[in-house]
């Protein structure tokens, strides 16, 4: 079992940075990847990047390949979601998820966390 939280959402200007936070309970996390997500309304549920469980290695899509970064925190039992150059598009609740294999792919995903609401709104 494997729980998970989001923080660090809010409200940002076009062209600003946010850093979300993803904070897993119990001692499974480090077999874990984690990936984030986020969906607008009306849309579907989008894989954004995930990491690793030993944190080496990351994917991400090319919607924000160079804007987000993702990194992991094994000590913390944390993973972070580094968002740069924020656009209005990318308004949207943002979740992190747990699966043993790393993927982009929402379906695969077993574990998720509650979502956070990041708007990007001048």
């Known amino acids: 079992q494997l729980q998970l939280v989001e923080s660090g959402g809010g409200l940002v200007h076009p062209g600003g940075s946010l850093r979300l936070s993803c904070t897993a309970s119990?001692?499974?996390?480090?077999?874990?990847?984690i990936g984030w997500f986020r969906q607008a309304p009306g849309k579907e549920r989008e894989g954004l990047s995930c990491?690793?469980?030993?944190?080496?290695?990351?994917i991400y899509a090319d919607s924000v390949k160079g804007r987000f970064t993702t990194a992991r925190d094994i000590a913390k039992n944390t993973v972070y979601l580094e968002m740069n150059n924020l656009k209005p598009e990318d308004t949207a609740v943002y979740y992190c998820?747990?699966?043993?294999?790393?993927?982009?792919?929402?379906?695969?995903?077993?574990?998720w966390g509650q979502g956070i609401q990041v708007t990007v709104s001048s």
């Open positions: 990491i690793t469980s030993d944190g080496a290695e990351t």
């Open positions: 998820a747990g699966n043993l294999r790393p993927t982009l792919i929402a379906q695969r995903y077993d574990y």
């Open positions: 119990g001692d499974t996390f480090q077999f874990y990847a």
